[in-house]
């Protein structure tokens, strides 16, 4: 089309770079010229045109990244924007339809963004799905739609799309098809060679053998991407990022992925499946997740559901120390391939130097030099020398407080694993959401031997949250609503965690943990709170049981006494309550009435 864009500043309509062909084809030439165009003439705004884009990864930007708990590797990009400055994307309700191995969104070295008012999706997705239709031992029988196409090569499954890209799968999940949820304590079934042995029965199901293999008739089994190859908004070293009215019902990969960013605002968007398309899953991994953030992170209003992994996780980064060549100078090597390439550290810096087996940070130091050797090795030198006893496997970080965080108004359910992950030491609020997740809904995680992220929390309220009948998923997904779940071997003088206080919220559970704790220092649980015993699952948690999750450390909870300054108080909504000390299982108690029989209604977990 004959372009009629301004020559400077104002408005840019991708309309002007669009003809009625390319827009039903392939759009993705035409946004990478749009976006040219703005970045010369220093644009306010690209203005999407409405309807319905396609676009294909056949003429799309180019790039190799390395992008904080995904996939390294070569990436198709769509909307690329690169050292933008006080831009915005109209979407105008545009509806973007990706087709193939492609991102939608990267925004790098930018300042003051903001998509808006736009949806997500693809013609063919990065999952797969099949309903359960016969079972035996160690097999299955799955019907799957025409849209999951699928055939088998050297007697296993492999799926593909129309065009004959492969989409390959690393793990099933069973979902319970009317409840739109992961099924009743099932856990991943988890595929070493990304495939599985099958054959095709004369009606058209395929049936797939594992001996340990289990599900409902009439469910569904989900066949998790392999890989997290596509992520839906990637932003790498920006500020000032806002995300509006955004809806993503499919990527491959993250939902947003910031990293090394600070100022991100995401607004009423919605991490959901594409309506009418039946599908189980909306996308393949978390909802949103932040790495080495800073300033202020706000989910506002949003509704994550149905994706693959956890709602948000929110932490810094551990570099595991590799050599010590002298008392100033070290090799660091990422410990995890999901931080491969990630880079942090630079001159001028502050880092704390932390013992990997508490996570309690001995020393500080500031960075003097980096030599990056290749994405998983660098040489640092500091400025002073390093404590005597830094040892290899000890961990660098950036010593930061990390962003104040505030989740307001959202709504999560239906996903795999857990709600919030929070390890952020700025000041968080997490208030007025409503949770019904498989696994823990706010876990405070932070490990240093297994996938380096830094946590460690020094300020947090949780207040007036609803909590509907969590962990009715994998018994590996949690321990409680409100957890820890940090990997600290040595934990009788690690106070990792700090200033936790619940107040003022709803729990409304069929299993009794409300809280578990470890490695705090400061922890409120007030009488403002309210916990009601629910009947819609099966009640399969007993305290006294040696099979019980948090009664793995029973033998040690006796002596461990690792939660420090606790203050207890609670009232169940039909009475009083009381609060007795049980093994470090505290049980919270009601009565009616002061002649009543006191009942247990939930358990605070103090480890």
């Known amino acids: 089309a004959a372009c009629q864009a301004p020559t400077s500043g104002g408005d840019v309509y991708l309309n002007d770079f669009l003809d009625d062909l390319t827009a039903q084809t392939d759009a993705g030439p035409a946004i990478r010229a749009a976006l040219s165009h703005c970045a010369r003439i220093r644009a306010a705004r690209l203005i999407l045109p409405g309807g319905e884009?396609?676009?294909?990864?056949?003429?799309?930007?180019?790039?190799?990244?390395?992008?904080?708990?995904?996939?390294?590797?070569?990436?198709?990009?769509?909307?690329?924007?690169?050292?933008?400055?006080?831009?915005?994307?109209?979407?105008?309700?545009?509806?973007?339809?990706?087709?193939?191995?492609?991102s939608p969104f990267n925004l790098e070295r930018c300042r003051n963004i903001t998509i808006r008012n736009l949806s997500i999706d693809f013609t063919r997705t990065f999952h797969s799905e099949g309903t359960v239709r016969a079972a035996g031992n160690g097999w299955l029988d799955l019907e799957f739609p025409d849209k999951y196409r699928c055939d088998l090569t050297d007697g296993c499954l492999r799926f593909l799309d129309d065009e004959g890209r492969v989409y390959p799968y690393s793990s099933l999940l069973e979902f319970d098809t009317q409840r739109c949820e992961p099924a009743f304590h099932v856990d991943d079934y988890w595929l070493p060679a990304h495939t599985i042995p099958a054959e095709r029965r004369p009606n058209g199901w395929i049936r797939i053998?594992?001996?340990?293999?289990?599900?409902?008739?009439?469910?569904?089994?989900?066949?998790?991407?392999?890989?997290?190859?596509?992520p839906g908004i990637t932003v790498s070293d920006s500020q000032g990022i806002a995300i509006l009215d955004v809806k993503l019902h499919h990527c491959g990969g993250m939902g947003v992925i910031a990293q090394r960013s600070r100022d991100i605002g995401i607004e009423?968007?919605?991490?959901?499946?594409?309506?009418?398309?039946?599908?189980?899953?909306?996308?393949?991994?978390?909802?949103?997740?932040?790495?080495?953030?800073?300033?202020?992170?706000?989910?506002?209003?949003?509704?994550?559901?149905?994706?693959?992994?956890?709602?948000?996780?929110?932490?810094?980064?551990?570099?595991?120390?590799?050599?010590?060549?002298?008392?100033?100078?070290?090799?660091?090597?990422?410990?995890?391939?999901?931080q491969y390439g990630t880079d942090f550290l630079v001159p001028g810096m502050a880092v704390e130097i932390v013992d990997n087996h508490t996570l309690e940070a001995y020393a500080r130091r500031i960075v003097a030099k980096v030599e990056r050797f290749n994405k998983e090795y660098s040489a640092v030198t500091f400025t002073e020398p390093l404590p005597e006893n830094i040892r290899p496997g000890h961990l660098i970080a950036a010593d930061e407080p990390g962003p104040d965080v505030h989740?307001?108004?959202?709504?999560?359910?239906?996903?795999?694993?857990?709600?919030?992950?929070?390890?952020?030491?700025?000041?968080?609020?997490?208030?007025?959401?409503?949770?019904?997740?498989?696994?823990?809904?706010?876990?405070?995680?932070?490990?240093?031997?297994?996938w380096f992220e830094q946590s460690g929390v020094r300020d947090v309220t949780i207040r007036n949250n609803i909590f509907a009948n969590g962990n009715y998923g994998s018994r590996g997904w949690g321990s409680a609503c409100i957890a820890v779940g940090s990997g600290i071997s040595q934990r009788q003088t690690s106070r990792y965690h700090r200033n936790i206080q619940v107040d003022g919220n709803l729990f409304r559970v069929f299993d009794p943990r409300i809280v578990n704790l470890y490695c705090v220092d400061g922890f409120?649980?007030?009488?403002?709170?309210?916990?009601?015993?629910?009947?819609?699952?099966?009640?399969?948690?007993?305290?006294?049981?040696?099979?019980?999750?948090?009664?793995?450390?029973?033998?040690?909870?006796?002596?461990?006494?690792?939660?420090?300054r606790v203050l207890l108080k609670n009232r169940y909504q039909m009475g009083v309550a009381t609060i007795k000390v049980c093994n470090s299982y505290f049980p919270i108690l009601w009565n009616k009435s002061p002649q009543d029989t006191a009942k247990e209604v939930g358990y605070i977990i103090l480890m």
Not at 73 to 88: E, H, M, N, P, S
Not at 545 to 560: E, P, Y
């Open 524 to 564: 409120q649980f007030s009488a403002s709170n309210r916990i009601v015993r629910t009947s819609d699952y099966p009640a399969t948690f007993d305290p006294n049981s040696t099979n019980a999750i948090t009664s793995r450390f029973h033998d040690r909870l006796k002596w461990l006494n690792s939660v420090e």
């Open 209 to 230: 053998f594992r001996s340990d293999l289990k599900a409902a008739i009439g469910n569904t089994m989900v066949f998790g991407a392999a890989r997290r190859l596509n």
């Open 268 to 338: 009423r968007m919605e991490v959901v499946p594409a309506p009418g398309k039946k599908r189980m899953i909306s996308i393949t991994a978390d909802a949103t997740h932040f790495s080495n953030c800073g300033g202020q992170i706000r989910l506002i209003d949003c509704t994550f559901e149905n994706q693959k992994d956890d709602a948000s996780n929110i932490h810094g980064l551990y570099m595991p120390v590799d050599t010590i060549f002298d008392r100033e100078r070290i090799w660091v090597r990422w410990g995890h391939s999901g």
């Open 407 to 450: 989740i307001s108004g959202c709504r999560m359910s239906g996903n795999r694993a857990r709600g919030l992950l929070i390890g952020s030491r700025g000041r968080v609020i997490i208030e007025n959401n409503y949770f019904h997740i498989a696994g823990a809904s706010i876990l405070f995680e932070g490990d240093g031997n297994f």
């Open 53 to 102: 884009l396609r676009i294909r990864p056949d003429l799309a930007v180019e790039k190799y990244q390395f992008i904080s708990n995904n996939d390294e590797g070569l990436k198709r990009i769509a909307f690329d924007l690169v050292g933008l400055q006080d831009f915005t994307i109209e979407g105008a309700d545009t509806k973007l339809l990706f087709t193939g191995f492609v």
